[in-house]
């Protein structure tokens, strides 16, 4: 058998709960951790040594920035398959003085699921075994499991009726755990709000394995759990979520258009007013990537309409006639081909090896007034001139307003515009200029500064960014302070969750005063 063969079984054996682990593992941590694994009925685990590895631990890794050799290595990857097994998970890592990294779609911007700070040694476990979503088309909810994707959700979904759907982000291969934990904006949220919004009931196993629901994890955890961040309360092990009513068909479009930069910045500049004001039903988002091509620039706008075409096109065309919609341009189809579509998928959502892979930095920033059509025009030229990137307009308004801001502690309700999504992307090929390019995106944030949100600058968990601060932990499990507090409060803590970053603290403690779960942007418990 060759070396690549040998390698896809292994890959197969672990994907499919059986064990691929240990075989070689060097030091009696290793070998310590093992028999825990193994006494608590974990059976799939890889260390170093063994072949599947490193394809286990790249698997989802969807920023390859943190495939990168000086970054550190857990001393096992390990793949539970039950609840219990999750559990025992935890017990052993912690046991093994080991931090604890849990990961379930890999597509934390900061890489926050698969490393730690300062080489603190770490085991991550991986939820893609964990990924059982079950719906119930009579009450119109779902169990989840964290570790299923949004597309694997989706679908299922999809199968169950044409009539349900389930409010999240656009990118099939994200997983539960992290977006739930983070918020979770989609095309249907200013219809439904965030996929946080719609959590009914959560499964949670808490620093000593202690397995909490609603009721028994108390309002604070509860309320924290649904938008404050991943990684700092325990292992959201399942998600009871909310289905919502959708039509049979519904309407979708991507419009594309090119020309000056004057051109294009008035059609951003007018976007500002529509976007945000539309009827609930509308989602219309803008696409802009950077650079230019003899001497224009490109944008797409991106949309869904619950309804038919006619209605679509009426209010389209009324509401927005600088972009000059066209019949042609809209399509109907059902809610679930819809996601595919917005995918970037014309089939196969639920596979959750598809992602696409990059080296990459974002941040991102929310927008309260319009933005005066002089200054787009200086924006759009700014972009032009970058680096491989975009950035991405995500319209707010409807029901994401009528939320109250302190209702879960994702703040960015009524009074916010809009969200900006900032990337920039490079390839192998680029590394040397990596630094080049995440100094120009710095310098585009910098630049942006007069137009956005103030005091605090705003930005969304979801689109983590470690120029915020980062908590520097040296020790597995933390060691917090108020010191730690006051300088997580006054950096990302506001920018992520402003005023409601003290009761996250406050949940934090009551959940996990020992600091267990944490990274380098996680909530700081008081005591320690
Ligand atoms: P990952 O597994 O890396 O986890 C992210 C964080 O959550 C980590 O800190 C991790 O420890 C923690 N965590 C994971 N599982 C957990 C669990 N079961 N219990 C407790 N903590 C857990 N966002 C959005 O709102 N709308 C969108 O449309 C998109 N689109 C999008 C596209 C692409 C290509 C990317 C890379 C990202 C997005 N995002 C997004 C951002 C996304 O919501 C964010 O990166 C999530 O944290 C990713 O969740 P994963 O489970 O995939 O990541």
Same mark, same amino acid.
């Given at each position: 058998?060759?070396?690549i063969a040998a390698l896809l079984v292994c890959l197969f054996l672990s994907?499919?709960?059986?064990?691929?682990? +240990?075989?070689?593992?060097?030091?009696?941590?290793?070998?310590?951790?093992?028999?825990?694994?193994?006494?608590h009925g974990v059976t799939n685990f890889s260390f170093p040594t063994s072949p599947s590895y490193a394809i286990l631990l790249n698997s989802s890794i969807s920023n390859l920035r943190f495939t990168l050799p000086g970054v550190g290595k857990p001393t096992a990857v390990v793949l539970p398959a039950s609840r219990d097994g999750l559990r025992g998970a935890v017990l052993c890592a912690r046991g093994g003085s080991l931090a604890v990294r849990v990961r379930s779609g890999g597509h934390s911007y900061e890489g926050l699921s698969y490393t730690t700070e300062n080489h603190v040694p770490f085991v991550v476990i991986d939820l893609m075994n964990l990924n059982r979503v079950r719906v119930d088309p009579g009450s119109a909810t779902a169990w989840a499991e964290s570790g299923a994707t949004l597309g694997e959700l989706y679908y299922t979904v999809g199968r169950s009726s044409r009539s349900l759907a389930f409010s999240a982000g656009?990118?099939?291969?994200?997983?539960?755990?992290?977006?739930?934990? +983070?918020?979770?904006?989609?095309?249907?949220?200013?219809?439904?709000?965030?996929?946080?919004?719609?959590?009914?009931?959560?499964?949670?196993i808490d620093p000593n394995g202690k397995i909490l629901s609603r009721s028994t994890m108390g309002d604070d955890v509860f309320w924290a759990i649904r938008g404050g961040g991943g990684g700092s309360? +325990?292992?959201? @092990?399942?998600?009871?979520?909310?289905?919502?009513?959708?039509?049979?068909?519904?309407? #979708?479009?991507?419009?594309?258009?090119?020309?000056?930069?004057e051109l294009v910045a008035g059609l951003i500049y007018k976007w500002q007013f529509v976007g945000p004001n539309l009827p609930d039903d509308f989602y219309l988002s803008v696409y802009l990537p950077t650079g230019s091509?003899?001497?224009?620039?490109?944008?797409?706008?991106?949309?869904? #309409?619950?309804?038919?075409?006619?209605?679509?096109?009426?209010?389209?065309t009324q509401s927005f006639p600088e972009l000059g919609f066209m019949e042609s341009d809209l399509t109907e189809i059902s809610w679930v081909e819809s996601t595919a579509k917005f995918a970037g998928l014309s089939k196969h959502l639920p596979n959750r090896w598809l992602g696409f892979k990059q080296y990459s930095k974002s941040k991102s920033d929310y927008v309260q007034t319009p933005i005066s059509r002089r200054d787009m025009v200086n924006i759009v030229r700014y972009l032009s001139v970058g680096p491989q990137g975009s950035i991405i307009l995500d319209p707010y308004g409807g029901a994401m307003a009528r939320i109250g801001s302190n209702e879960t502690p994702f703040p960015y309700r009524a009074g916010n515009l809009y969200s900006i999504q900032y990337g920039v992307y490079w390839d192998q090929s680029d590394l040397d200029r990596a630094g080049e390019y995440i100094g120009w995106l710095r310098s585009l944030h910098m630049y942006m500064t007069p137009h956005v949100s103030k005091d605090p600058r705003a930005a969304y968990v979801n689109y983590l960014d470690l120029d915020l601060g980062t908590n520097n932990w040296t020790s597995p499990a933390g060691r917090s302070s108020e010191g730690a507090v006051k300088r997580a409060r006054s950096s990302?803590?506001?920018? @992520?969750?402003?005023?409601?970053?003290?009761?996250?603290?406050?949940?934090?403690?009551?959940?996990?005063?020992?600091?267990?779960?944490?990274n380098a942007q996680s909530i700081p418990p008081l005591h320690y």
């Open positions: 058998m060759s070396s994907l499919h709960q059986r064990t691929c682990s +240990g075989a070689g593992a060097d030091g009696a941590a290793a070998h310590n951790l093992s028999s825990c694994l193994v006494s656009s990118c099939s291969t994200v997983g539960l755990g992290g977006i739930i934990s +983070g918020g979770g904006f989609g095309l249907l949220s200013r219809k439904f709000a965030l996929a946080a919004d719609n959590v009914l009931d959560a499964v949670l309360w +325990g292992v959201v @092990y399942a998600w009871k979520l909310r289905l919502v009513p959708v039509p049979r068909n519904i309407t #979708v479009f991507t419009v594309g258009r090119t020309g000056p930069v091509s003899d001497g224009n620039v490109s944008v797409s706008l991106e949309g869904q #309409v619950l309804g038919p075409k006619h209605l679509a096109l009426s209010v389209l990302w803590g506001a920018a @992520y969750f402003g005023s409601n970053f003290d009761r996250l603290v406050k949940a934090k403690t009551l959940v996990d005063p020992g600091n267990v779960f944490n």
